[in-house]
């Protein structure tokens, strides 16, 4: 609803400018018959001020005045039975968005006017409403779920990359949000109106890397049928996010780290530099590190990319927030498929905590969608939770000459090195005391690493 105010002492001409701009139910219209009343209802917040210029108890020049340094941004309609061009011109340069002369085509010019200036009205809102939600949606307090201090050192290292341009590169098992990270730190730093553009090194080839990152001149290559803007030119300005560099070819590498320090490219087949402003953001499962000793990766491109390093943790390392991550997940699945939010119950929660999810939170996101479909009346049970996992296999064989002792040692062994050494742990997945795996770490049956 549009909210219009009509200032006029002409009560007869008022109450038709009124009738007529109420024609379209989108308008809320009050009439007032002088300055005074004008300013004491400015408390109404309206989106459109219509002013007469001659008003009985305060000109309309000052009226104009008063209401632009209370509300600068606020539209306002100067009407008038003045033709004195120079008063129309002097009040467009104060801001005024349009002057209307008294006459018979009044109401229709009135109408025209206020339909371009609610058009703007709209798209300002729209604008600022994408805006809210951009903000709101990748508000890493809210995609980034969790209590668990882990997640929580995250939060910090987040709020330290978003206040500064520095490159970060972000570490971390498959499926453990790395893209989701690199989201919430372009969208809440200084470059959150610019581009975000990812981009997953794994799915180009590798002859068309370089054309993916610099784009290419028409007729460059074999195929190069039109001129193309690479994604390093696509996000100018913003961010760049490249998933999985290690994968990145070791003769791209060079070619990359030349960009970076130039901060500028040159299009495959071209010769006209490009000036570049991008941060660049990485992410890998691989450790970097041990792929330069290995002679993967080029150690001067290690140390320009690195940065701010940021290691997320595994589903399994983050104590409870494998269950918060589950109620949110539930409360989302409930959401887009409009229907009332389930419960887990406590089975169901058991089997998740001694689960140790391999594919972490986006494992963890399947598994809760599929249990939802599965689940009937308003409880998830352990029933309804199943999981598809392609971790790969305990490596403990069977071997006749070994005691049931010696396969238990292993098997406390195999878990304890799966879980960071973490006894409470181990003892919850395995469902035995936490005596049973001390006793056998201190009759040295097991070397904890």
Same mark, same amino acid.
């Given at each position: 609803?549009?909210k219009?105010?009509i200032?006029?002492?002409d009560? $007869?001409?008022?109450?038709?400018?009124k009738?007529?701009?109420?024609l379209?139910?989108d308008?809320?219209v009050?009439l007032?018959?002088? #300055?005074?009343e004008?300013?004491?209802?400015?408390?109404?917040n309206?989106?459109?001020?219509?002013?007469?210029?001659g /008003?009985?108890d305060? /000109? %309309?020049?000052?009226?104009?005045?008063q209401?632009?340094?209370a509300?600068?941004?606020l539209?306002?309609i @100067?009407?008038?039975?003045?033709?004195?061009?120079s008063?129309?011109?002097d009040?467009?340069?104060q801001g005024?968005?349009?002057? +209307?002369?008294?006459?018979?085509?009044?109401?229709?010019l009135?109408?025209?006017?206020i339909?371009?200036?609610?058009?703007?009205?709209?798209?300002?809102?729209?604008?600022?409403?994408?805006?809210?939600?951009?903000?709101?949606?990748?508000?890493?307090?809210?995609t980034i779920i969790?209590?668990?201090?882990?997640?929580?050192n +995250?939060f910090?290292?987040?709020?330290?990359?978003i206040k500064s341009n520095?490159?970060?590169s972000?570490?971390?098992?498959?499926?453990?949000?790395?893209? @989701?990270?690199a989201k919430?730190?372009h969208?809440?730093? &200084?470059?959150?109106?610019k581009?975000?553009v990812?981009v997953?090194m794994?799915?180009?080839?590798k002859?068309?890397v370089e054309?993916e990152?610099?784009?290419h001149?028409k %007729?460059?290559?074999?195929?190069?049928?039109?001129?193309?803007?690479?994604?390093?030119?696509?996000?100018?300005?913003?961010?760049i996010?490249?998933?999985?560099?290690?994968?990145?070819?070791l003769?791209?590498?060079?070619k990359?780290?030349?960009?970076?320090?130039?901060?500028?490219?040159?299009?495959?087949?071209g010769?006209?530099?490009?000036k570049?402003?991008?941060?660049?953001? &990485?992410?890998?499962?691989?450790?970097?590190?041990?792929e330069?000793?290995?002679?993967? $990766?080029?150690?001067?491109?290690?140390?320009?990319?690195?940065?701010l390093?940021?290691?997320?943790?595994?589903?399994?390392?983050?104590?409870q927030?494998?269950l918060?991550?589950?109620?949110?997940?539930?409360?989302? $699945? #409930?959401?887009e498929?409009? +229907?009332?939010?389930?419960?887990?119950?406590?089975?169901?929660?058991?089997?998740? /905590?001694k689960?140790?999810?391999p594919g972490? @939170?986006r494992?963890?996101?399947? @598994?809760?969608?599929l249990?939802?479909v599965?689940?009937?009346?308003?409880?998830i049970t352990?029933?309804?939770i199943?999981?598809y996992s392609?971790?790969?296999?305990?490596?403990v064989?069977?071997?006749?000459q070994? &005691?049931?002792k010696?396969?238990?040692t292993?098997?406390?062994l195999?878990?304890?090195?799966?879980?960071?050494?973490d006894?409470?742990?181990?003892a919850?997945?395995l469902?035995?005391?936490?005596?049973?795996?001390?006793?056998l770490i201190?009759?040295?049956?097991?070397?904890k690493?």
């Open positions: 609803m549009t219009i105010f200032v006029d002492d009560v $007869f001409f008022g109450e038709m400018l009738y007529h701009l109420q379209n139910p308008y809320e009050y007032h018959s002088s #300055a005074k004008c300013i004491s209802q400015l408390y109404r309206p989106d459109i001020i219509c002013i007469d210029f /008003l009985p305060m /000109l %309309g020049d000052e009226l104009f005045r209401i632009k340094n509300y600068p941004d539209p306002i @100067v009407i008038s039975g003045q033709e004195n061009i008063v129309a011109i009040f467009l340069k005024a968005r349009d002057y +209307i002369v008294k006459n018979e085509h009044t109401k229709e009135l109408w025209n006017s339909i371009r200036l609610n058009e703007n009205i709209i798209l300002k809102q729209e604008v600022a409403d994408l805006k809210d939600e951009l903000e709101k949606k990748y508000s890493f307090e809210k969790g209590q668990s201090e882990s997640i929580k +995250i910090s290292k987040i709020n330290k990359a520095i490159n970060v972000i570490t971390g098992e498959t499926g453990t949000g790395k893209e @989701v990270v919430a730190i969208y809440n730093s &200084t470059r959150k109106n581009p975000f990812a997953n794994a799915a180009i080839p002859e068309l054309s990152f610099f784009g001149e %007729g460059a290559f074999t195929g190069a049928s039109e001129k193309a803007i690479g994604k390093f030119e696509q996000a100018n300005g913003g961010t996010f490249l998933d999985e560099i290690a994968e990145l070819d003769n791209i590498q060079s990359l780290l030349r960009a970076l320090q130039e901060r500028e490219i040159i299009k495959v087949g010769n006209q530099k490009i570049l402003d991008v941060r660049v953001i &990485t992410a890998t499962h691989k450790n970097l590190a041990q330069v000793k290995k002679g993967n $990766f080029r150690e001067d491109l290690y140390y320009r990319i690195v940065g390093p940021i290691e997320l943790p595994a589903l399994r390392e983050r104590d927030d494998t918060i991550l589950a109620k949110y997940f539930i409360e989302q $699945f #409930a959401k498929n409009k +229907i009332r939010a389930l419960t887990l119950s406590a089975d169901a929660r058991k089997k998740l /905590l689960y140790s999810f972490n @939170v494992e963890l996101k399947s @598994v809760i969608d249990a939802c599965m689940a009937e009346d308003n409880e352990a029933e309804d199943s999981f392609i971790e790969k296999e305990s490596e064989f069977l071997d006749k070994k &005691t049931l010696e396969y238990t292993e098997i406390i195999h878990f304890l090195k799966k879980n960071n050494n006894v409470i742990k181990t919850k997945i469902d035995i005391g936490k005596s049973t795996i001390y006793n201190n009759n040295s049956e097991i070397k690493l």
